[in-house]
């Protein structure tokens, strides 16, 4: 996907700290957000009802450059980075105005659970794969 997908959000208060801050661990919930619009945006979900295949994150950074505090408003650029085989990376920048609040990025592998019960990585859907290149 070479277009970057703009998800606006504003900060609420259960998402502060006591001196009005959002708290770091929302910043991933924030990308996560974004990534969930962004397949929507394209007609599909995360988590399709069939649940043939699963999308855990297997990794994920975040480098925070400028605190965000209630009420701002803001937006979550994210843009698919690569589309393996297996796995989807994203690219993903939180922005207030023109200013950079944190530069990040999130791996999820395409699995399947197997009739024993066990979490397996497959192939990514070409379904998939292609909406999202």
């Known amino acids: 996907m070479a277009v970057a997908f703009r998800y606006p959000r504003r ?3 259960h998402e502060t ?5 959002a ?3 929302w910043y991933f919930r924030y990308m ?3 990534e969930h619009a962004l397949w929507r945006s394209l007609g599909m979900s ?3 009802t ?3 295949v699963g999308f855990p994150r297997v990794a994920a950074s975040c480098d925070f450059k400028a605190p965000l505090r209630f009420e701002e408003e803001f937006e979550v650029v994210i843009q698919v980075e690569a589309v393996g085989r297996r796995s989807i990376r994203y690219a993903c920048t939180l922005e207030k105005g023109a200013q950079i609040v944190a530069v990040g990025s999130m791996t999820s592998a395409s699995v399947t659970r197997t009739a024993d019960g066990r979490v397996t990585a497959v192939d990514l859907p070409e379904a998939i794969a292609a909406r999202l290149r």
């Open 50 to 52: 069939d649940g043939a």
């Open 46 to 48: 995360v988590a399709p």
């Open 11 to 13: 900060v609420q208060f």
């Open 23 to 25: 708290h770091f661990s």
């Open 32 to 34: 996560e957000e974004a």
């Open 17 to 21: 700290d006591l001196a009005g801050i």
